[in-house]
Each structure stands twice: as C-alpha cells, then as structure tokens.
C-alpha cells in the first residue's frame, strides 16, 4: 500500500539561467551566500559537464521564470487509511500525515535527482548539485556502495547523507538516508514516528526559496491554492509507503 503518489512538471533551462536567477534571487543569508559560493560560473554544469538543467515549475516560478501553463504544477494523491492524523486513533503502525504531506511538497517545490532516470550525463536537476562524497568531491552515481551526501559548502559540512538505493525499490536517490532521527525526506518513513523537518528547509532554501514568517491560516489557504499552475513535461512516480 502507498500513502502517496506524486505527478509533478518540470522545465528545461540552462545552468547559466538557473545559477543566474539564484543570484538574483538571493536573500543574502547564510545558506545562500555558502550554496552559491560552492556553484561555479558555466556554461556546463559542475556535476556531469552538461550545460541543462531540469527545474520543477514551482522552483521556476518561485525564480522569476515564466511558463504556460498545461496543469497544476504538482498532483498529490493520498492514502489517508496508512496515515495517523486529527480524528484518527493513532496507529503505531500507520506514518504521519503532515509528514507525508511535507514529503511531498518538497518534492513539487523542487527536490528530487535526475539519478533517478538511471542515466548520469543528462540535464541534472538543483538538488544534484549539491551532492558530495568529500571536501571538494562531488558525487553523482547510482552506485549503491557510493557516499553521497547534502553539503551547500562544497562538501565540508555533511548535513545528511543521501540515500543510495534509487528505482526500482520504492526510493528516490534525492531521499534521505534512513538514520536514528527520522527526517521528513527520508527515502524510506518510520512508522509511528512524527519526522523531524529541518535540513529539508536549507534544500529548499538552497536551490531557489526564501523563507518569510509564517502567514494566518485564511492565507495558507489562498498559498496552497496557488502551488500549481505552470509546467512543461510531468514526470509520474509511484513510491512506497515512506514520508
């Protein structure tokens, strides 16, 4: 069973127009000064040598990019009957919704790897770069005896490390590593547990978002309502139950 099942669209740019809508787009914090320092100039991207780069329409959007649009950006299909959530007696055996949920938009506002087509030379996509397996190393494999982890300062820092076990199997090489702490992105979710979101922030910070105070409830409606309306080539994927 599955408490989920993503559609979402992407768009094709150049690494130059990504990293230059970075730029332009930066807030100047911490995470953007540190993710930007470690991207250099094009015209081919730093990861495989390609010059394209696969963006989901959210992140395009969110980056000033225009599009038009043939259906929402991201189509998200539940499983509420595995999940624990309000009005429900709480299952140690069921995954959290709000976990669940998060997973999920992560993934239409930008996460995920090109890794998970099984080809390593084509257009990466933002979150590949920022895989590392050292200082100065990057990793880009589908090898499952691979290190590959999150960094935004050219591998110095391992924020977490990434999961290496992609398609078939029910994970994404984008996901998280299972660990002791369950995470939000974690390629593969712990059942009774409610996931920890954090470094999931600094992705999306990293690859092209800004983060503002948290709006009134009214407003969250009319947010959500908009997450959606851009794309260019929608990309289905089934996973397991995972949050």
Known sequence: MQPKTPFTFFGGITYNQYLAALQAHSSGDAVDTSALASLPA???????????????????RALGFNANPPG???????NTSITNYSGKPFNSGD????????????????????????????PIRPEDLFRYAAAGVRS????????????IDGGTTNL?????VGPP????????????????????GT????????????????IGYNFASAPEPSSWLLTLGAIGFLGYRRCGVSESPHS
């Open 140 to 151: 880009y494999t589908t090898s499952s005896a691979a290190t590959s982890y999150f960094s």
């Open 169 to 188: 199997g029910g994970s994404d090489y984008a996901d998280w590593a299972s660990s002791a702490t369950p995470h939000v992105q974690d390629a593969f």
């Open 42 to 60: 094009g015209p081919n991207n730093p990861v495989n040598g390609n010059t394209n780069i696969d963006v989901t329409t959210a992140n395009l």
């Open 95 to 122: 995954y959290d919704l709000l976990g669940v949920v998060e997973h999920e938009f992560d993934e239409a506002l930008g996460f995920g790897s090109n890794l998970d087509t099984g080809s390593t030379t084509g």
């Open 191 to 206: 059942a009774g547990a409610t996931p920890v979101f954090g470094v999931e922030q600094t992705g999306l910070d990293a």
């Open 72 to 78: 929402p950006d991201s189509t998200i299909s539940l």
């Open 160 to 164: 977490i490390n990434f999961n290496q």
